[in-house]
Structures are given as structure tokens and as C-alpha cells.
């Protein structure tokens, strides 16, 4: 579940400064408040034992904006009753 503030942020910074492409803006404040939630899919990006070329990175980069879009999107499950 997303707290309110990461998903105000990952829909203000939108698709193309979540791909991280060249027109991203590095410096945007969204980046702060979703920084929690990028270390981890950034660690398993490095992590991934193929060659670090220009197109892997873009893929994993779009992978990463997806799952972020697809998370906010995705309402919490209700919990059950104890």
C-alpha cells in the first residue's frame, strides 16, 4: 500500500520523469518522497546478471515506471478478520 504523499508524487512526476529518460527532471520533488520505494527495484536492476548496456537500463527504467503507475492504481486488499 501507498502512503498518500508517494502516490501524489508518482502521478506529478507521470510517465516520462518516471522512465528516467533524457527529458526526466532529476530534480523534481516527487523524487524524495518515493526514494523508499525505488532503492529496492533499483537494487534488484543492478543485481541482474546481464550487460549493463544503454537499452537494458531504458527497459528497466520503463519496468521500474510501471510498476510504480500499476502499484498507485491497485486498491490496498481489505484485511481479514482476526
Not at 1 to 22: F, Q
Not at 57 to 65: K, S, T
Request: hydrophobic fraction near 40%; charge should be positive; aromatic fraction near 2%.
Amino acid at each position: 500500500m501507498l502512503r498518500p504523499s508517494e502516490e501524489r508524487a508518482i502521478r506529478e512526476l507521470g510517465v516520462d520523469n518516471l522512465r528516467r529518460l533524457r527529458r526526466h527532471d532529476p530534480s523534481a520533488p516527487g523524487w524524495s518522497a518515493i526514494k523508499l520505494l525505488l532503492r529496492p527495484l533499483d537494487t534488484v536492476t543492478a543485481g541482474l546478471d546481464s550487460p549493463p548496456t544503454t537499452h537494458r537500463r531504458r527497459a528497466m527504467d520503463d519496468a521500474v515506471a510501471l510498476l510504480l503507475l500499476r502499484g498507485r492504481a491497485v486498491p490496498a486488499a481489505p484485511c481479514p478478520p482476526p
